[in-house]
DNA sequence: AATCTCATGTAATGGGTTACATGATTTT
DNA sequence: AAAATCATGTAACCCATTACATGAGATT
């Protein structure tokens, strides 16, 4: 098995320091709740959890299932686990490294016929436009529950950050836009 | 040798479509011009030009060298190499994912002591205001070279992705410090 | 009965960084 | 003479996705 020095088994921790899950349940949930800033693949979360438990970061609960649970595991994370989970939360965070093909094929965009930059444009604020959307949707349903005294600030933050983000980069393709329009129009 | 179905290939196509270059040469300009949201390592840039010439989308510039060139190779993009280019720049851009393990680890924050989220939105704030300038200084220099007839009009507009992207997290965190303040105040 | 979703897991493959190896030229 | 930079390249390793294999339970 592999040794895995990277981010996954602490994500794992997080996820199982709020309640005991399955990996299924996990995979569903960073798919629902975190894809717009991270993911993981089964591939990772399997062989991760299991690696959690021979670090006595986490255990299978057995035994007392209520409903006759086919096959799955419940993965609880031990003390120790929440030790490691905040030690890591106190490390600074790896300084973030972008891979935005959109903006290397715009950076290239002189070798190409205007109306294709401008294209991938539109999609892109397209995009961006659903995902604003989804984000206020997610901000609203954050709000219903806090007035229901259900506190969750620091996912809310995190919305919030998406929010922004989608919106900057909104802005930036319509700004985009009008100059290459522009300039397509007044060559000088 | 690596097949190498991935992008690097076109990243240097597209640079080597501006001007014949060496896998050095192309190394620095992605570090000075690419690097906040794109990065090539050597491991990737040499291997990957050995298969375009091997794909005849890339010639050694041979002879005439000038200066004497210490081993150095200089690589010329070839007709069809232009062609395989432009196929590609009008191809939809892949849908981009982020990782930000800031954004994990805000996500956990109710794990840690307020102040270790604070702390980490501080040094945050720090490296997107340094970006900002950095993509201000970039602007102008651009803005000069248009003053005298030199257009890059779609390298600015990445620069100004760059402003308008740290921008938004800066502002971002500038807001999420001030909920966590608040909430640390009023713990209602 | 067939199909869909739940559920766990492994193997193959790909893509990328880092470390290492080598040597020339330039600067101090 | 030593150190820094220029310059190319390979090997090891790591991380991650995808494809595959298996099977239970629920739905149509």
Same mark, same amino acid.
């Given at each position: 098995m592999k040794e895995n020095t990277g981010k996954t088994k602490y994500i794992l921790l997080g996820l199982l320091a709020h309640q005991p899950q399955t990996g299924y349940t996990i995979k569903k949930a960073i798919e629902y709740e975190y894809s717009h800033f991270w993911q993981e693949s089964f591939g990772q979360i399997y062989p991760t959890l299991k690696q959690l438990v021979k670090e006595d970061l986490a255990v299978i609960m057995e035994?007392?299932? !209520?409903? !006759?649970?086919?096959g799955q595991k419940l993965y609880q994370i031990t003390e120790k686990g929440k030790k490691v989970l905040i030690t890591w939360l106190e490390q600074a965070p790896e300084i973030e490294k972008l891979r935005y093909e959109l903006l290397v094929k715009v950076s290239f965009g &002189? %070798? %190409? &016929?205007?109306k294709v930059m401008l294209e991938h444009l539109d999609d892109f604020i397209k995009r961006n436009d659903k995902n604003i959307r989804e984000m206020n949707f997610f901000l609203e349903e954050l709000s219903k529950l806090r007035l229901q005294g259900d506190d969750h600030t620091y996912k809310e933050l995190t919305v919030l950050s998406g929010k922004y983000f989608y919106t900057a980069m909104r802005d930036w393709a319509l700004e985009a836009k009008h100059i290459i329009s522009e300039r397509k129009v007044d060559p000088s």
């Open positions: 035994g007392q299932e !209520s409903d !006759s649970t086919r &002189e %070798a %190409a &016929e205007p």
